[in-house]
């Protein structure tokens, strides 16, 4: 049974940062690609960033580039997600979910809310 949990979201001024962390069970970890998306009120899910199983190849949304980093430890079977200069646009729940695993097709975890306000 898969499960993805989220955590580390908060309440953080602009400017500030998190580091989000996502463990996952139910599933061989080390051979998906691992991705985050977020939610924001009133707006579809989105894709934020994306990394290969062995994590040498990682891609971000063109929102994100060059403030959030993803990273996974597969001895952990945990990815992260350092997020830095966080503006309020990047207010959202934020969720991971293996890529193309049919088993989480129609799963998503509870998610971890992120606010950036003054």
């Known amino acids: 049974q898969v499960q993805l949990v989220e955590s580390g979201g908060g309440s953080v001024q602009p400017g500030g940062s998190l580091r989000l962390s996502c463990a996952a069970s139910?599933?061989?970890?080390?051979?998906?690609?691992m991705n985050w998306y977020r939610q924001a009120p009133g707006s579809e899910r989105e894709l934020v960033a994306g990394?290969?199983?062995?994590?040498?190849?990682?891609n971000y949304a063109d929102s994100v580039k060059g403030r959030f980093t993803i990273s996974r430890d597969n001895s952990k079977n945990t990815v992260y997600l350092q997020m830095n200069s966080l503006n309020p646009e990047d207010t959202a729940v934020y969720y991971c979910?293996?890529?193309?695993?049919?088993?989480?097709?129609?799963?998503w975890g509870q998610g971890t809310q992120v606010t950036v306000s003054s």
């Open positions: 979910k293996p890529y193309r695993l049919v088993a989480a097709r129609d799963y």
């Open positions: 990394i290969s199983p062995a994590g040498n190849t990682i």
């Open positions: 139910g599933f061989t970890f080390s051979w998906y690609v």
